[in-house]
């Protein structure tokens, strides 16, 4: 079991230096085509993929390692493919995988946020399972939501294109409601996994097992008596 866990983590760390590297290199011939403005782009996005590390050390939190290269994997699918090399225009269903894995993402930071607050001692809440499920659900959907208004404004002040049409839709209508029905998608899967996790006593999905991973290397945001209870 070690020694899958060594294995694992040399994979992610693989990923990790290869998407960051695929930057690094777009980046060099960007400037060397004399793309400068690109160039900037791809290097902003990599300082964005620092983001998980940066806010680790900042709140003093060990983030796992398959939290950080799903976040990482997720910008520079959007970001660097999506926006830089047109995936978005390319590829019709790009736009509706990535909202899926913003759901996906976006819930299980809200399921995460919702159950530290729960384990607080300091802060006395005593919330069931189904309340924290429907927290992450309702967390998630609200950030797409106010994404889509982000992309409504951009595209109405500056005369973007960040709401892209589809079905012969030119309005961007279709492309919202699509948006944030697979949000939903993705949100409602990580609510029931959630949900899952206080009501069976195994951890057989992927997020119950990256829950327990989070508390063991953070047992510091926990009060440790609930934890051996669970």
């Not at 609200?142 to 709401?163: C, H, K, P, R, Y």
């Not at 990256?210 to 953070?218: G, L, R």
Request: aromatic fraction near 16%; glycine fraction near 8%.
């Amino acid at each position: 079991m070690f020694q899958f866990q060594i294995t694992t983590q040399k994979v992610l760390r693989a990923i990790t230096i290869g998407t960051k590297s695929t930057m690094i290199i777009g980046a060099l011939l960007a400037f060397y085509q004399g793309r400068f403005l690109m160039a900037t782009e791809i290097l902003i996005i990599l300082s964005i993929t620092f983001l998980p590390l940066a806010l680790g050390k900042q709140f003093q939190l060990k983030i796992p390692h398959e939290f950080e290269i799903l976040a990482i994997i997720f910008v520079y699918a959007s970001l660097f493919l999506g926006e830089v090399h047109d995936y978005y225009i390319v590829y019709w269903w790009w736009d509706v995988v990535l909202h899926t894995g913003s759901g996906l993402l976006l819930g299980i930071i809200g399921f995460l946020l919702v159950y530290v607050l729960n384990e607080k001692d300091d802060i006395n809440l005593d919330l069931t399972a189904g309340f924290m499920g429907l927290f992450a659900f309702v967390f998630a959907v609200a950030l797409g939501t106010v994404w889509e208004i982000f992309e409504f404004i951009m595209d109405s002040v500056f005369s973007l294109n960040m709401q892209k049409p589809m079905f012969n839709d030119p309005s961007g209508l279709t492309d919202t409601m699509c948006d944030l029905i697979v949000d939903a998608l993705g949100a409602g899967i990580i609510s029931v996994l959630g949900y899952g996790y206080f009501r069976t006593v195994e951890r057989d999905s992927f997020l119950e097992q990256w829950i327990d991973k989070f508390i063991h290397e953070n047992p510091q945001l926990f009060n440790q008596t609930k934890n051996n209870q669970n």
